[in-house]
């Protein structure tokens, strides 16, 4: 079963990221992604929702920052609470995450392990692995390659039990 998360109040434009938060390059070469906190433009990201098996899928894709994760949070929330709760969050489409989107996942993470469920990170490209590593996620966090790698998580989880 597949949950389309559509919210009116944001413009989104797939395939189309708008000129002011644009990757730019920095000294080192590295692309660098502006936040757009701040701006009143709408930012262009999307959130569905996918039950597979026993676990909830969350597909991000886009910008989440401090303007869009309040798209997110209530949502992500109210699975953390469940007990007993399986997530996986793939980032595949993810283009850039700020700290309130970290933030917002180690709470949930925390809420999951108190109710006994789990949160899983999948699909990580470089800028959003780089997020994560610079605030020491990654060593906190429950991260796999994919999918697939989620799952067999999940199975070993229910094995040990």
Known sequence: ?????????????????????????????????????????????????EVRDEYTVLF?????N????????????????????????????ALFIDVSCLGAFLKAHRTAQRKGGNIVFVNRNDHIRRAFEVVNMDRILNIVPDLAAA??????KEEAI
């Open 66 to 93: 401090t303007q869009t994760i309040k798209h997110l949070k209530p949502r992500l929330y109210e699975l953390s609470e469940e007990w007993g709760c399986k997530i996986v969050i793939d980032l595949k489409k």
């Open 1 to 49: 079963m597949t949950y389309k998360h559509t919210i009116d109040s944001i413009n989104l434009l797939k395939n189309r990221v708008f000129l002011d938060n644009a990757p730019s390059q920095g000294i080192d070469g590295e692309l660098r992604f502006d936040s757009g906190e701040g701006r009143s433009t709408s930012l262009p990201f999307d959130l569905s929702e």
């Open 60 to 64: 991000l894709q886009g910008v989440y």
């Open 151 to 156: 799952k067999e998580f999940f199975e070993a």
